[in-house]
């Protein structure tokens, strides 16, 4: 990947400020002959990651900086936030990556609230996909979580954020028994600093994500991280079904595997878990072919083209996520009043009207 120069961009609003970096709009300057690197990415959405100046100073921050970059110039995948380029201009690291514009899941829940488990089902297979990518390469992510799952507008589910991730192909920068992640999301394993750890600290994490995303709050919860802690490691998890009773019995028990505390008992791999979303696309109508309403499909021929593409198999989940993002970012309203909400609002504006009138006429 090109070695790249901030001077050849110019960087407009802040997009996002973490602990050691902060994320730019960027744009290739107009005004001044670019490196041929930065020219053959014009046209591109650009967002650009640089390392504080506080912190630029701080070996473990940088070795952390260039770390992630490494980490994203390997994976080159569409469910995974594209890398440009990158390098260090007087001091300060920087790097180039693809701009997303569509928010992220936790945005969506804060503005939305719940997500319909077809919604889930399709998030589950995209990132399951990057995951996968991300394992393949040894890479452990270890930081899963919905801020961490950025949106396109046309609802493409991209995993960000490798800042603290474990390359297993060179040295932990994590000193051993030391944990990283972020308390609510931590798989048993990564709160005790277990040296072994796996592509199913990340699984574990996706079972908290998917549960969050279809009741709208944490698997656990805690006034502290102690308390958050105790529980990953003892308290069995809450079943999905037990809160959200229309959950397909095949989504609930996938996100209870992902919980179990033990790696050996979670799936296989994110691949098993993704063709389990698969599989909930095929019983219940959700591919873009499917004409019916969502549901179990009893059809002898349910399953006789499995050639259809991954994606398309849940599409309807994608479609509904399409309308959400574009509801929380002021587009199309999230779903159309029914004749029944309709009625309810007449019969309270007409009942204001009365009250109204009748407080006007005692006075």
Known sequence: MP?????????GAVLGVGTVGTVYNGKIRDDVEVHPAAEAIRGQDLAVKKLHPAVSQDDLIQARFRREMVILERLQHPNIIGYFGGGSEDGQLFYVMERVDGGTIKDLLETNGALAWPVVVDVARQVCSALQ???????IHRDLKPGNLFLTRDALVKLGDFGIARDQHSSDLTSQGLTVGTHAYMAPEQITGDEAISGKADLYALGCVLFE???????????NFAQLFEQHLRTKAPTIASIVPDVPPELSQVIADCLEKSPDDRPFNARSVQGVMIEIGEKYNLSASSESSVGPNHSETANAHRDVSADSVTEKGRRLLEEQIHYRLGGTSREPVGAGKVSLIVVAIIVLIVLAVSLSGGS
């Open 213 to 223: 995303m279809l009741a709208n709050r944490k698997v656990f919860a805690g006034e």
């Open 133 to 139: 990518c991300a394992h393949n390469h040894g890479v």
């Open 3 to 11: 070695h790249l120069r901030l001077t050849d961009f110019e960087l």
